[in-house]
């Protein structure tokens, strides 16, 4: 696996890249920074929390976004074209028998222009090799232990698309409005790792 | 069932051999057999851009694992999306 990003002689290689291109004209200093940081403006675990809220309230949105994702989050002002390129969005539903649970076994794949950086257990190495193997355990762990009945699918995020989860609802909602349902939503419930 | 032998519910195998570079072929899923999903878009194979070289974009596919198929243990599946280039189809003999 390739866990280890820290290593200094990795962080030294890019430094005196970065001063390369400056040097050259062809980056402006501290530019890399920039662009960084308005990759990352816009995304927070609240758009997808919005995503699933509307799902809630609204079954034929849900239709869409189950269908096609990248068009339906459009609905709700978002987009998956934050990067570089639009990357493919698949998102998949929890059920009363099937559960859902994503992971990146290579790296730590994550749709970070719309979800905003991954958390750090998201990038370990025993969540990415262990999830896999054994999601009920793991999800135990997480403090979500699944009836024995409930069906685990597990998505290695591990190419060109990135996943969100879709919880269910919690009972006893029904008198809420879609953005107090949205309050509801955990970063981990998105992931697959909590029931909401 | 279809003649198209790359379509969603056909049976495929993954390639089993270990790469000398960079592949997005886990491991864990090589040299098994599982069922394509859908098709989730056309891509340059990630193995040939880690190189520098330049491919055709080609199909990518959600496969679908038995975990026992993968780890000899666990009643969970493992879906993983993979280029068309690691996957063999199975020919069915009704």
């Known amino acids: 696996m390739s866990g280890d990003h820290g290593s200094s002689v990795i962080s030294a290689r890019v430094r005196h890249v970065e001063a390369l291109l400056e040097s050259c004209g062809l980056l402006d200093a501290g530019e890399i920074d920039i662009r960084i940081d308005e990759f990352l403006a816009g995304g927070t675990p609240a758009n997808g929390a919005r995503i ?3 799902a809630w309230v609204d079954p034929a949105f849900a239709e869409r976004l189950l269908a096609d994702a990248n068009t339906a989050i459009r609905e709700v002002g978002l987009s998956m074209a934050g990067g570089l390129q639009e990357q493919r969005l698949k998102v998949v539903a929890n059920s009363a028998d099937q559960h859902n649970v994503v992971v990146c076994t290579l790296c730590s794949c ?3 222009a719309l979800l905003g950086p991954s958390p750090s257990w998201y990038k370990s190495e025993a969540y990415r090799s262990r999830v896999v193997r ?3 355990g793991v999800l135990a762990e997480f403090g979500f232990p699944l009836p024995a009945g409930t069906s685990i699918a597990v998505w290695d995020a591990s190419a060109e698309s990135r996943y969100l989860v879709l919880p269910r609802r919690p009972v006893g909602t029904g008198d809420l409005a ?3 349902l949205a309050g509801l939503v955990t970063r981990k419930g998105l ?3 909590a029931p909401v | 069932m279809s003649t198209e ?11 089993s051999t270990d790469p000398a570079g960079h592949t997005r072929l886990p491991r864990y899923a090589r040299g098994a057999v599982g069922v394509l999903v859908e098709q989730a878009g056309r891509h340059p194979l990630a193995d040939d851009r880690a ?3 330049t491919g055709d974009a080609q199909p990518v596919w959600h496969v679908r694992f038995a975990a026992a198929d993968l780890f000899g ?4 599946t493992v879906t993983v999306e993979l280029w068309q280039d690691y996957l063999t189809p199975i020919e069915e003999h009704p």
């Open chain 1, 191 to 193: 992931i697959g790792t």
């Open chain 2, 51 to 53: 190189r520098g070289v």
């Open chain 1, 134 to 136: 054994d999601p009920r």
């Open chain 2, 5 to 15: 032998p790359f379509t969603p519910g056909a049976r495929v195998r993954t390639r």
């Open chain 1, 178 to 180: 879609e953005t107090e």
């Open chain 1, 52 to 54: 699933v809220a509307r």
């Open chain 2, 73 to 76: 243990a666990g009643d969970h």
């Open chain 1, 110 to 112: 994550y749709p970070i």
